[in-house]
């Protein structure tokens, strides 16, 4: 009898040390898993961008095209005078200053496309400069602009 105790026992014991090993596995591996649709993988930045304005709508939607989920758009004047404007040339100082946020990690390569853009087309000239994000707030709103409906919260 004694011998069928401990080996009922032994047996328990292992049954529950194997159970404990799965489960201290499955936590590792939960957290060694990439988290990449993070809010803090994701940083976002206020992308400025001011062009003429018959070229809205084509930097529009080159935004766009880096997954810009809002953009918004204010029309503005050139500060130079007439004299200065006639004396280079320059005759329409209409311009659009358009406001895209944009997540960090496609930053650099719109601001490239903008660049190559500015040096390329016909009146095409502009300025572009961003200010980072410092917080957004709820996970939807930050889904949203970051046009990544798979966020969530990185638990620390």
Same mark, same amino acid.
């Not at 000239?125 to 889904?143: D, E, H, Q, R």
């Given at each position: ?42 940083? !976002?930045?206020?992308?400025?961008? =001011?062009?003429?304005?018959? /070229?809205?709508?084509? +930097?529009?939607?080159? @935004?766009? #095209? ?47 496309? !903008?660049?190559?853009?500015?040096? =390329?087309?016909?009146?095409? /000239?502009?300025?572009? +400069?961003?200010?980072? @994000?410092? #917080? ?21």
């Amino acid at each position: 009898m004694p011998n069928k105790k401990k080996s009922a026992l032994k047996a328990k014991a292992e049954h529950i040390k194997t159970k404990s090993r799965a489960r201290i596995a499955k936590i590792k591996s939960a957290r060694s898993m990439p988290t990449h649709n993070t809010v803090t993988d994701n940083r !976002l930045e206020l992308l400025i961008t =001011t062009v003429n304005r018959s /070229k809205t709508e084509f +930097y529009l939607d080159l @935004l766009q #095209s880096f997954d810009v989920n809002m953009q918004f758009v204010a029309l503005a004047h050139g500060t130079a005078d007439e004299k200065m404007l006639a004396r280079f040339g320059l005759t329409d100082s209409d311009k659009t200053v358009i406001f895209s946020v944009i997540q960090e990690n496609k930053l650099k390569d719109a601001l490239a496309a !903008l660049d190559n853009k500015f040096r =390329t087309i016909k009146n095409g /000239k502009g300025v572009a +400069y961003t200010v980072p @994000l410092s #917080s957004v707030i709820g996970t939807l709103i930050f889904g949203f602009l970051s046009d990544n409906r798979m966020a969530v919260k990185e638990n620390k």
